[in-house]
């Protein structure tokens, strides 16, 4: 490890799971003090204890402004300044399809993973400006923010539209020397992924062994992604190697969302041939 966050204080929402939790470990183990953030106390609250003394546990449900308006107090309260803050708390949401689709389960949607990246690029940014200096904003987006076809209507509309806000933030908040970036991530295996094929949290680890056995060979650069192929990259964008960088979406996806997965040359190959041998 070599210090790269050496100084710096930050919040990783959603942070005591999957992706959050592996980047608030990647953060500490470059010197960085991290606030944990999640609506699940008591699991909260046991892995701050076990993150060590330079993490710290705060209660923050990201759908109301006033609570990520809390945190980002809360945050400086403790440790004193905030300098990375990380949108990745973030839900599959509603399954329904455009047909079946209620006002309550697209609202529930994009509550918890567009609104609470515009509230978190507000409460940041204020900080930010107030301690001088500049800050890092980081968004858990996805390749469902940059394709259909990967999950729902819902999440696909909330993480295209996180994309446009970290475009539009940029922009306002780049005088002030504050960067925002997004992360797509392709497939990884996490509590979240279990959840969305009705596979309980705790057999997750084993169901992310099957698929990798199972599909695995099928994915890009042959396997499917994990949580540190995202820290690494929410690692970069939290540190000064990313000073010149903003307004990007860094897709890590083994590379999938630049082509397509539907009709391959391959494919239309063997069809062809079919079609001479007939
Ligand atoms: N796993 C994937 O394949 C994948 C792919 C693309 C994008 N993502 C995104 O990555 C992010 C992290 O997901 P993960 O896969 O690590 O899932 P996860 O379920 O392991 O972690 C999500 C965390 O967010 C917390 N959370 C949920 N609602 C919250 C709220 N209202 N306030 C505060 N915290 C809340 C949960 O308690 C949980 O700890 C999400 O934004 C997700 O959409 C995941």
Known sequence: MSGLLNGKVAVVTGGISGIGLASAERFLAEGAKVI?????DDEGRRTAELLGENAAFVHADVTTEASIEDLVARTVNRFGRLDVFFNNAGTTGSSASVTD????GFNATISVDTSS????HKHAARQFIRQGGGGSIITTASVAG?????????YSTAKHAVIGTIRHAAMELSPHGIRTNAI??????TPLIAKAFGVPAEQGGELARFL????????????YGTVNDIANAALFLASDLSS???GTVIPVDGGISSYTLATSDTDIAAAAAAFVQR
């Open 36 to 40: 944990v953030a999640d609506i699940r």
């Open 117 to 120: 990246v515009v509230f978190g």
């Open 212 to 223: 990798d056995d199972e599909l695995g060979a099928r994915q890009a650069l042959g396997r």
């Open 184 to 189: 797509a991530p392709g497939v990884i295996m």
């Open 244 to 246: 010149y960088i903003s």
């Open 146 to 154: 940059l394709q259909g076809g990967w999950s729902s209507v819902s």
């Open 101 to 104: 689709l209620t006002e309550e």
